[in-house]
Structures are given as C-alpha cells and as structure tokens.
C-alpha cells in the first residue's frame, strides 16, 4: 500500500491554556487570506481551539461556541482539588526551583492528584466533515506504581500519542519522538499512534497536563496531557508540505521550567529553542501574550478560608465573552502579521 500525500498546511495549536481562544483567531485569519489549513494539530488548549475548527463549519458558529454561556460554565465549574493547598503545592515548588538540573524523578503525585478538578468538556456539534482533519497529542502513561521508590518517586514512563485519522497515523508510521537522541527523559523513543479514540476523548485527554488535572482513563489505559510535546515541529513536519508553528515566551525559570524537568527530564527552555530554531513556512509570534493578554484569562489566587489555590474565571459572562473576543482579535493579528512575512518570503 502506497504512503498517503501529505496534507498541503498544518496549522499548530499547542499550548495556549485558558486563552486557546487565540488559536481561532489565527485560523479565521488563514481562512481570510485564502490559505484554510486542511490539518490541525492541536496540543493542550490548542486541542480544544481545533475540534472546535473541526466540528464546526465557519467562523461565525465558532465565535458564538468560543462565546456561548456552556463554555463560561465550564471554566466555572473547574475545582480545586483537596491536595491545591498552598502549604502543599508551596514547597514542592519550592524544591523543584531549588534542584532544576535534576533528572526526571517526579513523584507519582504529579500525574494522579492534579491541583483542580475538570468537569465534562461542553458538548461540540457533530462534525459536518467540512472541517480541516485534527491531530490531537497526549500521553500514554505506563503504571508508575512498580517504579515508586520508598521516597515516593517514580520513574514513570509517558508514550507521546498523536490522535488521529487513518491518513495521519499512516505518515507517521515509524517515527520518533522528539526525546528520541536524549538520555535521561521520562519520554519514550517511539511515538504512537490511536485512531480510535473519540475526539472529544482526546481533547480532555491533551488538556490534562501534569500538576494541573490528574490522569485520564480512556480505553482502559492511563493518559497524561500534550504538555508532553508543546513543540511538534517534527511531527508537523513529517504530516504536511507548508507548516505554521507558534513562536512562544520561554519557560518562566522559577516554577515552569523545573517543572517540566521534573516530570519529561528535559531542560523545556531548550528544547524550545531546539524546535524554534528549525524551518517552519510561518512563525506565528506570541511572546507577548502575557502582557498584552494580561485581564483576558482565567487567573489564580489563594482562597483565604480554605488555602486552597483557586481559579478566578471572569466575575460574568459578558466579561468573558470580551476576554474570548479579544483572545481571538489578538491571534487573527498576529496570524496576519506572520503570513505576510512568509508571502514575501516566498515571492
């Protein structure tokens, strides 16, 4: 059987968290420009942002889902979990800062007690089948329970999986992960593929990163979230002819990046260099988003009679249809920008 031809535009949606309504104003802009991606592929809140591009057929319809009351109500409904308590989550903090250039040896905690609760994800339309294919990332997490040491760490092992169609499971048969060329990463050689998995599955598997959301039980295994490849260029690579990445601020050096080591055993700061240093149609820059975004999210505080580390979501939903609103005018003019530079780059 002859490969299948790559798809013709991959537009990357990794990362993004509570402001993947960025990731749709990107899209509207490549529609705009007469340059409509046929794959997606979409990591963390990214993966929200493309099976919502997937199911839903015109800007105006993802607008009104990016916007309606079900989606206000889902941010709402996430919980902090018993374990969110700052005198608990503070010092492990704390320790992870302290030791960054540790390998991999986080505690099993960190996959199976998340900080918060995540509710059902609302409920996307059927697709049409007019929408560009999705490749959704996650990760098999082999059981960390025969590797927990006395102290409670556990060299668990996390199976980078792409979700997906037929066509994007057959071009990536036989290639490797990103961690493949690197010693001590929790993060197998091999990358996976699922075809079988439901869409809606994968999205609440690809958002439930580490520290954040515990484990996903799908097909009767474990999953962890597509923190665990926020750089797919390799992959995106190797599914299509013209790719556009997300050019993205660096790991925050006191809380983010330890974390990222203590769980994937790789310096985060570096392999985002890696990637970002490697040939892309499009670079999408959004190094900024943090200022400029600063009130357009969902934030933390601590609630002061329990100590538990909460999320503070818009006080309503108009104030929240203005975040949304403007997560997408920032990603649409960013996206522009970025597709003018490749124009020219290509004329």
Request: proline fraction near 6%.
């Amino acid at each position: 059987m002859e490969d299948p031809a790559k798809y013709q535009r991959c537009m990357v949606m990794a990362g993004g968290g509570f402001r993947f309504g960025c990731y749709l104003g990107m899209h509207a802009a490549a529609e705009e420009e007469g340059l409509a991606p046929d794959l997606l592929i979409g990591a963390c809140g990214g993966a929200i942002a493309a099976a919502v591009i997937h199911a839903l057929p015109d800007k105006d319809a993802r607008m009104a889902w990016l916007t309606s009351p079900q989606l206000y109500e889902f941010q709402r409904a996430i919980t902090s979990s018993p374990q969110a308590v700052w005198w608990r989550v503070l010092p492990n903090l704390l320790k992870r800062a302290m030791w960054p250039q540790s390998s991999a040896c986080m505690r099993a905690s960190a996959l199976y007690e998340g900080m918060f609760a995540l509710p059902p994800l609302p409920v996307l339309p059927a697709t049409t089948g007019e929408g560009p294919d999705v490749a959704i990332i996650g990760a098999r997490v082999s059981p960390c329970a025969e590797n927990t040491s006395a102290n409670g760490n556990a060299k668990c092992r996390l199976h980078e999986t792409v979700f997906g169609p037929t066509r994007v499971a057959r071009l990536l048969n036989g290639h490797k992960t990103w961690a493949a060329q690197l010693a001590n990463t929790t993060v197998d050689a091999v990358l996976d593929c699922n075809t079988g998995m439901p869409l809606s599955d994968a999205v609440r598997i690809s958002i439930a990163d580490p520290y954040y959301f515990s484990l996903v039980e799908a097909q009767s295994q474990k999953w962890s979230g597509g923190l665990v490849d926020l750089f797919p260029i390799e992959i995106a690579q190797a599914l299509a002819e013209r790719v556009w990445m997300e050019r993205k601020r660096p790991f925050n050096v006191w809380y983010a990046q330890p974390a990222v080591r203590a769980v994937y055993g790789v310096d985060g700061n570096a392999r985002r260099q890696q990637a970002q240093a490697q040939s892309a149609d499009a670079w999408i820059d959004t190094q900024d988003v943090s200022r400029v975004l600063q009130e357009e999210t969902t934030g933390k505080g601590v609630d002061v009679r329990s100590g538990r580390i909460v999320l503070r979501p818009a006080e309503n939903h108009a104030a929240f249809a203005k975040q949304m609103t403007s997560q997408w005018h920032y990603g649409r003019e960013r996206a522009l920008r970025a597709l003018a530079v490749a124009d020219r780059r290509r004329a």
